[in-house]
């Protein structure tokens, strides 16, 4: 069949001949893996397993949190294959997007690839259960700094004053059930009170008590050592409101002065010292699965 000669000539949508689009194709290297050039996908669209939010992403890389992220985002300091990001909930696939902060490459990792690590921290009384302070204060990511490559975070809260069993993880899906209202997680609780509740105001706490934000669930506490002027009492809660074991106990007219947790579900404190941390074990991170029911599997470890 003979070659149509107008062929070559015939223009593209771009106004460019067909011959002359071929040439240009021919002349564009060859991009290998993360240095696809192309337009950061747009909310919304989720077209591979590994397509997520950008501030996801880059609290996983360990960058900050999601929250910091995002303000980094609006200040203009994050870029997705050579273009500035400043639209929240952009989202970016993690195995073929250059993604850069301050100018910086971050390395980015899906959450399926990513190896999940949990931790066991004695937090000390006066630290803060955050990740950062403004104002300086010490915080529970001071005690466990180099525990991990990535960013790890504390699940759920101790009170400043307080101390005990903290949980730190990678590990999302798990922190959500955990810290979720109806799951229901025991954590137990070695108080000391002023002075010697009686037998019937302990009942009332143990049949649940109504606070400004709701009743309190059913709970267990036991007398563990009566001083002269002051008790420790052990108590299972079921929940975690707002500095919820001061409340009960100064509903009662008996203030707590000592807060030590000592067991968050099956995760039991031991002898570890105040301020140090343990990686926890295989059989540990399963018995924390199963209490809420997530599917998965945790980083080996005897």
């Known amino acids: 069949m003979a070659k149509h000669e107008g062929a070559g000539k015939a223009q593209t949508r771009t106004g460019e001949t067909l011959d002359e689009a071929l040439r240009k194709a021919k002349r564009q290297p060859r991009l290998g893996p993360g240095q696809l050039e192309r337009a950061p996908l747009a909310a919304g669209e989720d077209d591979t397993p590994d397509v997520e939010r950008l501030n996801k992403a880059l609290a996983r890389a360990g960058v900050a949190s999601r929250r910091a992220v995002d303000e980094l985002i609006r200040a203009g300091k994050v870029s997705v294959n050579g273009q500035v990001v400043t639209q929240l909930g952009q989202k970016v696939d993690v195995r073929l997007d250059r993604v850069l902060v301050d100018g910086k490459r971050v390395a980015l990792i899906s959450e399926e690839a990513q190896v999940k690590v949990y931790f066991l921290l004695n937090k000390p009384p ?144 031991g002898d570890l010292g105040t301020g140090e941390f343990r990686e926890l074990k295989r059989a540990e991170v399963e018995a924390l699965r199963k209490a809420v029911d997530v599917a998965g599997t945790a980083r080996p470890h005897a």
Not at 141 to 151: H, K, L, N, Q, T
Not at 176 to 192: E, F, G, I, W
């Open 126 to 269: 006066k630290v803060l259960t955050t990740a950062k302070d403004d104002r300086g204060r010490s915080t529970v990511m001071d005690y466990v700094a180099g525990a991990a490559e990535g960013r790890i975070y504390p699940v759920g809260r101790l009170d400043y004053d307080a101390e005990g069993a903290l949980l730190l993880t990678n590990d999302g899906e798990l922190a959500a059930k955990l810290m979720h209202p109806r799951t229901h997680v025991a954590k137990v609780y070695q108080v000391k009170v002023k002075g010697e509740p009686e037998e019937r105001q302990l009942d009332l706490l143990r049949r649940g008590i109504r606070l400004e934000d709701g009743p309190t669930r059913a709970c267990k506490i036991d007398v563990v050592k009566k001083a002269r002027v002051n008790t420790w009492v052990e108590v299972t809660l079921t929940e975690g409101k707002n500095r919820q074991l001061k409340r009960m106990f100064w509903r009662i007219r008996h203030p707590v002065l000592k807060i030590l947790r000592v067991k968050y579900g099956p995760v039991d404190l």
